[in-house]
């Protein structure tokens, strides 16, 4: 089922000794009957399913944000993956635009899309069911809706515009708006689990902060309490329910760590938040050192999707002032590094943003911090790529709606 609203032929082939009327009633073990999708009684299934879908789009996307900002650099032989290090990527679409969660190489359009659809689907049979026919009813739609938010948080993040359901262009403002929507929903659910709620603190609170709502984000973030951590978990049962970044940096050497995240220290102390090391090798393209991070050292280490931490440098970015000095020392002092000091509001916000950098390295807040706080993309565009694929680094920073749902969605001209 192609959940993402454009279309895909599918070519029918009459084999020897059978009608049409055969295969068209022939039962396809692999395919599970549309009437599941929408009954209330596998709705512990399907809000199961959408959280997966959401794991697995969540740590895609996180290794395509952190290829296109400086967090992670191509190492690899794959002209396709090269666009995402190189910021070439145009409307007419590739890797992000149409790669799967079953591929080898990560996408973010149709996986977010796909884990966007899944937990608004679940939400709708929960929302037509009752408590009497569907056990557990409430955390499940708690649980929908904040994944249902978070998918259209990333999609907001990642994208310049994107489109739900066959819908119109929606900016990257409107789908904030839509996640904080869903994230509302989920806090104010009865029933709701206290992960599920906290997880949707912070989902709403980053969408507030990336509409400039300041103070009703630090509200929300407020009331995380501390320790908090809601994870993407991973298996080794599969490539698709693995932890990406190992699978590319670790297992598949396809990436490196990119030269800002190496040795980082605070005067003069190695951070322990950016956790690198030096392989001595080469990636895949027998050209570009390997550096490895080990904050996900294995298949199925899992990955934050929200925590405390973010919850604190969302009240800081709020706060300002002394109040932001004195978060980013705990957060120093958890990391065992030099205090900061200073009472320079300029000063302090330059050091909140290198705190999020550093503090929140490969958990998907890269690319729309640079977007938000209008950071230069280096290399600029123009400047020549490396031998190894050549052409020039491109001024891709928000992946464009790409073409192939442009054509196929009669709502978008």
Request: hydrophobic content about 40%; overall charge negative; glycine content about 8%.
């Amino acid at each position: 089922m192609n959940r993402v609203f454009f279309s895909s032929l599918v070519p029918i082939v009459l084999l020897a000794g059978c009608s049409l009327d055969d295969l068209l009633e022939a039962n396809a073990p692999s395919r599970v009957p549309s009437g599941s999708l929408t009954d209330p009684t596998n709705a512990q299934l399907l809000v199961s399913s959408a959280v997966a879908d959401f794991e697995c789009a969540f740590t895609n996307y996180a290794t395509a944000a952190g290829l296109i900002t400086e967090e992670l650099a191509d190492g690899n032989l794959n002209a396709a993956m090269t666009h995402y290090d190189r910021r070439t990527f145009s409307r007419t679409g590739g890797l992000f635009a149409t790669s799967t969660c079953d591929a080898v190489l990560p996408g973010v359009y149709q996986p977010l899309s796909t884990a966007r659809y899944d937990a608004d689907n679940a939400l709708r049979i929960l929302e037509g069911a009752t408590d009497a026919t569907v056990p557990n009813r409430g955390a499940l739609l708690a649980t929908a809706a904040a994944y249902s938010g978070y998918g259209h948080l990333l999609l907001g993040e990642g994208m310049c515009s994107a489109a739900v359901d066959g819908g119109p262009e929606l900016s990257s403002q409107q789908l904030f708006v839509l996640a904080e929507q869903k994230f509302t929903r989920a806090i104010s659910q009865t029933g709701a689990a206290a992960d599920i709620v906290n997880l949707a603190r912070v989902g709403r609170a980053r969408a507030r902060i990336n509409q400039a709502k300041a103070q009703e984000a630090a509200a929300d973030a407020l009331l995380v309490p501390a320790g908090f951590r809601k994870n993407a978990t991973f298996s080794t049962a599969s490539d698709r329910a693995s932890n990406m970044i190992w699978i590319m940096n670790q297992r598949g050497i396809l990436v490196t760590v990119e030269e800002p995240f190496r040795n980082v220290s605070h005067m003069g102390v190695a951070d322990p938040r950016v956790r690198v090391i030096n392989s001595g090798g080469l990636s895949q393209d027998r050209v570009t050192p390997l550096w490895q991070q080990t904050k996900y050292p294995a298949q199925d280490t899992p990955m934050p999707i929200a925590r405390y931490d973010e919850a604190q440098l969302i009240i800081a970015e709020a706060q300002g002032g002394q109040a932001a000095v004195d978060i980013i020392n705990r957060l120093h002092t958890a990391a065992g590094v030099p205090p900061f000091s200073s009472s320079d509001p300029t000063a302090i916000r330059n050091h909140l943003i290198e705190e999020r950098r550093l503090e929140l390295f490969l958990e998907s807040h890269s690319l729309y911090d640079k977007i938000r706080f209008n950071l230069t993309f280096t290399p600029v565009a123009g400047t020549p790529y490396p031998p190894k694929s050549g052409g020039f680094y491109g001024n891709t920073t928000c992946l464009p709606l790409p073409d192939v749902e442009r054509d196929n969605n009669p709502n978008i001209n």
